[in-house]
C-alpha cells in the first residue's frame, strides 16, 4: 500500500516536510532503516583471487548495507534530514540507536583507509550522496548532529579533497541516466559548498558546470529514457544550470538547450515513464527513481522559469511524475526497497533547506 496516498498532488510538490503525520513519517523511514543494517545481498565489486574475499563491513564499517556504498549512504541521509525536520519523529530513538552503532571514530577510520587505497571508489555518485549527507548535519541545529558531523569530519574532508583533485578537473561530462552522471554530481557538490561556507569549491563548481554544459544546445530529449535510467541527462544537467547561472543567464542558456521546454516535441521527458509496478527487477525499479527525479527537476524549473514559459504545463508534468513515481516507491522488492526512500524523501522535502539553497 502507498503510504502517502492521502497526499494530494500539491502537498506531493510543495517542497516542504510540513506536519507529517506519524505513518508516513514510519514509512519513510522503516525501509532505509531495514537496509542500512543489511549486509546481503551486497555489490562487493571485483575479487581478485580466492583468499581476496572479505565481508563488506569490514571493508566499509559505516556504510556496508543498502546492497552498496552510495545506497548505504543516501539512506543515512534519509534518516538524519528526517530527524532534523521533524522532532516529534516516532521512529526517532531506532533511528539513532542505529547511526550512533556506526559512527565511531574508529569505522570512519576504515572508511577514510579504504578511499587511501582506493581514491576513485564511487566516484562521482556515491561522493555527491556523502557530501549531501554533511551538508545535511551542517544545517541541523541540534548537538547530536554537531557529534556525528564531528565523527564523520575525516570522510567529509577527505571526499571534499577527491571532488577537487579527480573529479572537477574531468575532460568530459557524462550525460547518462544512472549513477556516472556528472550534472547531479555537480549539484550535490554546489548545494554542499553552499550550505558550508566553502565558496572556493562552490566557485570551482560553478567554472566545471559552465565548461561542461555552457554551450549546450537542442539536448536530444527523444532518446530518453534508456532502459535503465533513474536520471533524466536533460533535466538534471537543466536543474544543475538553474544553481550555478544566474536568472538571465539561465534563461538563455535553456532556450539554447531546450528550446521550446514546454511544446510537445518535448513529450518525451514531460511524460512520465510507464512501470510495471508489481516487477521486482532492478533495472525496472529504476524507473520509479526517473519519475521521481523527474518530478523534482520540474517543479524546480516551473520555479526558476519567466512567464514565458508555459509554467502550468512543467508543473502538471512534475505533478503526474510525482504521482507515477510515490505510488510504486514503496516497494518490498529489495531491488527497489534500498534506495527509492530516498528519492521519495529528496522530492519530498525538496525546498526544506540543502537542497538548491538560493535557487
Not at 577514510?112 to 549527507?133: K, S
Not at 550534472?183 to 558550508?196: G, H, Q, S
Amino acid at each position: 500500500m502507498d503510504p502517502l496516498s492521502h497526499l494530494d498532488a500539491d502537498r506531493l510538490l510543495s517542497g516542504t516536510f510540513d506536519d507529517p503525520d506519524a505513518e508516513l513519517q514510519s514509512a519513510l523511514a522503516e525501509y532505509p532503516l531495514d537496509a542500512i543494517g543489511t549486509e546481503y545481498p551486497h555489490y562487493q565489486g571485483s575479487v581478485d583471487g580466492p583468499d581476496a574475499q572479505i565481508e563488506p563491513s569490514e571493508r566499509h564499517p559505516v556504510f556496508f548495507g543498502c546492497f552498496d556504498w552510495h545506497s548505504a549512504v543516501h539512506s543515512h541521509w534519509c534518516l538524519l534530514r528526517q530527524l532534523r525536520l521533524s522532532e516529534s519523529h516516532p521512529r526517532r530513538e531506532e533511528i539513532i540507536s542505529e547511526i550512533d552503532e556506526r559512527f565511531t571514530p574508529a569505522n570512519v577510520r576504515g572508511e577514510v583507509e579504504y578511499f587511501e587505497e582506493n581514491p576513485t571508489f564511487e566516484c562521482p555518485y556515491g561522493w555527491a550522496w556523502l557530501l549531501r549527507l554533511a551538508a545535511e548535519l551542517a544545517l541541523w541545529d541540534d548537538e547530536q548532529a554537531e557529534e556525528y558531523r564531528e565523527c564523520l569530519r575525516p570522510l567529509e574532508s577527505r571526499i571534499a579533497e577527491l571532488v577537487e583533485s579527480e573529479f572537477l578537473n574531468g575532460d568530459r561530462p557524462f550525460r547518462v541516466g544512472t549513477h556516472d552522471n556528472t550534472a547531479f554530481a555537480l549539484a550535490a557538490v554546489w548545494d554542499y559548498a553552499t550550505v558550508t561556507g566553502a565558496d572556493s569549491l562552490r566557485r570551482s563548481t560553478r567554472d566545471t558546470a559552465i565548461r561542461f554544459f555552457g554551450d549546450d544546445e537542442r539536448y536530444p530529449v527523444e532518446y530518453e529514457p534508456l532502459g535503465w535510467d533513474f536520471l533524466s541527462p536533460a533535466l538534471t544537467e537543466a536543474d544543475l544550470m538553474r544553481r550555478v547561472l544566474d536568472g538571465t543567464e539561465f534563461v538563455e542558456w535553456l532556450d539554447t538547450f531546450l528550446p521550446d521546454l514546454s511544446q510537445s516535441p518535448y513529450d518525451a521527458i514531460l511524460d512520465p515513464v510507464d512501470v510495471d509496478s508489481e516487477s521486482e527487477d532492478g533495472l525496472e525499479l529504476h524507473l520509479v527513481g526517473l519519475n521521481l527525479s523527474k518530478a523534482w527537476c520540474l517543479a524546480g524549473l516551473a520555479e526558476t522559469v519567466p512567464e514565458q514559459y508555459d509554467r502550468d504545463r512543467l508543473e502538471a508534468s512534475a505533478r503526474h511524475h510525482a504521482e507515477a513515481g510515490v505510488s510504486a516507491a514503496f516497494t518490498d522488492a529489495y531491488a527497489g526497497s534500498h534506495w527509492l526512500s530516498s528519492f521519495v524523501l529528496y522530492l519530498l522535502t525538496r525546498s526544506d533547506g540543502g537542497i538548491a539553497p538560493g535557487c
